[in-house]
Nanobody
Framework: QVQLVESGGGLAQAGGSLSLSCAAS????????MGWFRQAPGKEREIVAT????????WYADSVKGRFTISRDKAKRTVFLQMNSLKPEDTAAYYC??????????WGQGTQVTVSS
């Protein structure tokens, strides 16, 4: 089993920045993808960014491209999401997840990000 624990988040003003971290523990895997998702009240969960643990290649949703940066620290088994130029529409619960198969099969507990206008 794998455990994912998010930290960071909180309250920021529009135009500000926040940083999220997600630490993985438990079973050690060699190849997987880490992703950040978010879900706002009344809306469906959406994928925000992904990173390949092996190659480091990244992908971003159009809504965050150029503002958010996903990165990883392989030694610490931690993935980060740096969020800059925040907008009120970025307000959501943010989740990190790990995909070891064809689906994201491990999830963190989530952390709240609130952006005030």
């Amino acid at each position: 089993q794998v455990q994912l624990v998010e930290s960071g988040g909180g309250l920021a003003q529009a135009g500000g920045s926040l940083s999220l971290s997600c630490a993985a523990s438990g079973r050690t895997l060699s190849s997987y993808v880490m992703g950040w998702f978010r879900q706002a009240p009344g809306k469906e969960r959406e994928i925000v960014a992904t990173i390949s643990w092996t190659s480091g290649s990244t992908w971003y949703a159009d809504s965050v491209k150029g503002r958010f940066t996903i990165s990883r620290d392989k030694a610490k088994r931690t993935v980060f999401l740096q969020m800059n130029s925040l907008k009120p529409e970025d307000t959501a619960a943010y989740y990190c997840a790990m995909r070891t198969t064809s689906v994201y099969n491990y999830w963190g507990q989530g952390t709240q990000v609130t952006v005030s206008s």
